[in-house]
Structures are given as structure tokens and as C-alpha cells.
């Protein structure tokens, strides 16, 4: 099959861009031939991506459409996937022209006027559908201004209710979790064009396993940025009585803040921002990790992070919120604490930190689940077969 992937961001980023690029590569590795119609490139392992995806087509500011059509007619896709992609011009040339459609659903853009659906001030997670309550009271019609220049923007209702529909005419719409799919049916999506297929890592290295020495180190990895929650971790941290060292691996706007919340709090000595660190690095980490934090405070879709290291046999301490709970079960792979409860959740940290033998039994016990449930073949292989399934009931419209 020809596939072309759609995602507004080229190379390595976040959850959403290693799953693009991870799937993308499999297929490719299974006779598909891949193309991409991106955005702007992150500057970090473009090389792979370029690799990857022989066919390329970038989107400019204003010329959606007609790129869209180009690509198109360039290279003839079986099927379209469509990851993360805002441009309503994009979609509604996609939509337009007949391919058959598969939409990824990464998180809550689609329906959300803020896309994270929780409340910047309040940081209370949403269980509204899209309506006018977002404009009022929510006020989701004014959110920060990411782009820079001015601090806030403005985003249109109509818009939003556009870009729903627009999405609710993809053939699939891919979804990580019961959370997720739940949330496209209260926005009225059609269940019978739902499918779950979990974004699976690849198996981790079956004899990377960890010391769970006296270093007690707890990792936290990924972006920093408001929603995930770093600030709330270092506030636990400050009632943690072990000892303990914790590494936070990423960078994100919320990084400056945070470091100054760590000084403040008094942990500049046992808390350490490394950056971003490539894939292959993290397993540095993981030989000396005896606990994962994952401090999400926004509802997330699934948190792949959690089932990666999981397949290194490490234990998971995270917040209730969104989809997490797919996958993380309270006392059998982790613990699972109430939301922004830092107290819980530093008791839980301390629980692990004391008692090792524990510690290694909730991480062999996530090893077994992720392995049982989570297959990176049976993943692909499912993904293949969806997309030769749509590309069948969908006859492409040919120019």
C-alpha cells in the first residue's frame, strides 16, 4: 500500500511525533510505500524521518489546499493518516477529496477548545462535551498564546464545531484508550468508526533490568509544560522523607519555573533537569531508576512513557487522570493516586523507596501486563490491516 502520513510537525518532539515515526517506519519495513504532508521540521532526528519518508511535501502558511491536492496527485496514497493536524483548509481538502481518511486521535485537539481539557487556573479536568458552555463559563474562547507576541489568543467556537465535523467524516478514527473513545462518542462520533489500537514501543531489552540500589532514583521523563505536572511532582518531592535522587528528563516551557520551584523548595541537591535525552540514552536511567513518576495533571490519552518503562520492569506512580488507568492498575503495577494529591503521592514514592522487594514485584508485574496486552506486532499488524480494510470499503477518488 501507498500510505501518506499528515502531521504538523517534521521529526522527533513528543509522544505524538515517535508514534508517527515509529509506525511509519514498521510499514515501511512491511513493503508500504510511505510519504508524509508536514509542518515545520523540529530540528531533532530529522535525519530518520527523512529516511522514513522518501515522499515529502511541507505545508506553508496559507497554502493548504493546494499542497494538499499536489501530494495528492503526486503520490496517489491508498490511504491517508492524519496525526496531529490543526489546519482546517488541510482537513477540509482531505475530507474533499475522497481518500479514504484515518484520523489518530493523540489527545483532545479535535473536540477541545483549550486541547487539554482541563482548566488553565483551576487545573480541574473537563467531562463536557463541546458546547457553548466552553465559551461561558469555561472562557476556553480566550487561551494562551503559545506563538509568541501577544500572551493570549483567540480561538473561535464556530471553528471548533467546523473541525468536528469535519473529523466526524474520517473513515477510522484511532483512538489509545476507553478514555479516548468515550470522549469522541459524547462529541457524537460514530462508534461503529472507532478503533483502540494502543501506540506499543517496541520490547525493551530483555536484560536491561534495574540495580533498584541505595541511589533511590526516581525519573521523570518528558515534556515540561503545565498540564504534565512537574511542578506538582517537586511539591510532592518536598514531603518525601527517603532519600532519594530524582532526574527530570525534557525541556518544555514550564522548565524555567520549575527549576526555580525546585530551588525554592530546597531540592536543588537531589533534583537535576538533564534535558532532553535521545531514546537509546534513557536506558542510562533506567539501570539505576526504582520508580517512575509520571505527575500528569491534565486528563491524559494514555501516557505511552508508562507502558515503556514497563517493559524495563519499573514501577509507575501517577495521578489519576484520563487514560492512565487503562493501564496502570493501583497495587498490582504501580500506584494510582488521587489527583493533585501530593501527599498520597509522596507517600507512595517513600512506600517504593523503603521497600525494594515490593518495588520489583510491581515492576515484574507490569512487565507481564504490557507484555501480555501490549504487542508491538500484533499493534502494527492491526494497524495494517485497518488500513487495508478502509482502503477497500472507500474506493479513492483518482483525479
Known amino acids: 500500500m501507498k500510505l501518506l502520513y499528515v502531521h504538523e510537525r517534521f521529526g522527533a518532539l513528543a509522544g505524538a511525533e515517535a508514534n508517527a515515526h515509529i509506525t511509519a517506519t514498521e510499514l515501511a519495513a512491511r513493503g508500504h510505500s510511505l510519504g508524509i504532508l508536514h509542518g515545520p521540521g523540529t530540528g531533532k532526528n530529522e535525519a530518520a524521518w527523512q529516511t522514513t519518508f522518501p ?38 481538502s482531505l475530507v474533499e477529496s475522497g481518500r479514504p481518511l484515518v484520523r489518530m486521535v493523540h489527545d483532545h485537539d479535535i473536540y477541545c477548545m483549550r486541547s487539554y481539557k482541563y482548566n488553565y487556573l483551576t487545573r480541574r479536568i473537563c467531562t463536557r462535551p463541546a458546547s457553548p458552555y466552553c465559551i461561558f463559563p469555561c472562557l476556553a474562547s480566550v487561551v494562551k498564546n503559545s506563538g509568541g507576541g501577544f500572551p493570549l489568543k483567540w480561538v473561535s467556537y464556530s471553528d471548533k464545531k467546523r473541525e468536528i465535523a469535519l473529523n466526524r467524516r474520517f473513515h477510522r478514527m484511532v483512538v489509545v484508550t476507553r478514555y479516548m473513545r468515550d470522549e469522541l462518542i459524547q ?31 526516581i525519573l521523570y521523563a518528558g515534556q515540561i509544560i503545565r498540564g504534565k505536572g512537574v511542578d506538582v511532582l517537586l511539591e510532592a518531592l518536598a514531603r518525601v522523607s527517603s532519600k ?49 513518576a509520571l505527575s500528569s495533571v491534565w486528563p491524559e490519552p494514555i501516557a505511552t512513557i508508562g507502558l515503556e518503562v514497563m517493559r524495563y520492569a519499573l514501577p509507575i506512580v501517577a ?34 523507596l523503603g521497600d525494594k522487594p515490593l518495588a520489583k514485584r510491581l515492576g515484574q508485574a507490569g512487565l507481564q501486563l504490557v507484555s501480555e496486552r501490549y504487542d508491538f506486532e500484533t499493534y502494527i499488524g492491526d494497524l495494517e490491516t485497518m488500513f487495508q480494510t478502509v482502503a477497500a470499503e472507500t474506493p479513492a477518488a483518482r483525479p
Open 244 to 292: 532519594f535522587e530524582c532526574v527530570i528528563l525534557g525541556d518544555g516551557n514550564h522548565k524555567a519555573a520549575c527549576q526555580k520551584l525546585s530551588e525554592s523548595l530546597g531540592l536543588s541537591d537531589r533534583v537535576h533537569f538533564a534535558g532532553f535525552v535521545p531514546q537509546e540514552e534513557l536506558k542510562n536511567y533506567y539501570r539505576e531508576c526504582s520508580v517512575v
Open 187 to 217: 462529541n457524537q462520533f460514530d462508534p461503529g468508526r472507532i478503533e483502540i489500537h494502543a501506540p506499543v514501543p517496541r520490547m525493551g531489552d530483555p536484560n536491561l533490568r534495574s540495580s533498584f540500589s541505595d541511589r533511590n532514583l
Open 55 to 92: 515522499f515529502r511535501a511541507e505545508l506553508t502558511r496559507g497554502n493548504g489546499a493546494t499542497v494538499v491536492r499536489k501530494a495528492l496527485a503526486d503520490f496517489q496514497p491508498d490511504a491517508v493518516y492524519v496525526h496531529k493536524m490543526a489546519d482546517l483548509e488541510v482537513i477540509q
Open 319 to 352: 495521578f489519576d487522570a484520563g487514560g492512565i488507568k487503562d493501564w496502570l492498575i493501583d497495587g498490582q503495577n504501580g500506584f494510582l493516586v488521587p489527583w493533585m494529591d501530593r501527599t498520597a503521592f509522596a507517600a507512595r514514592l517513600d512506600q517504593l
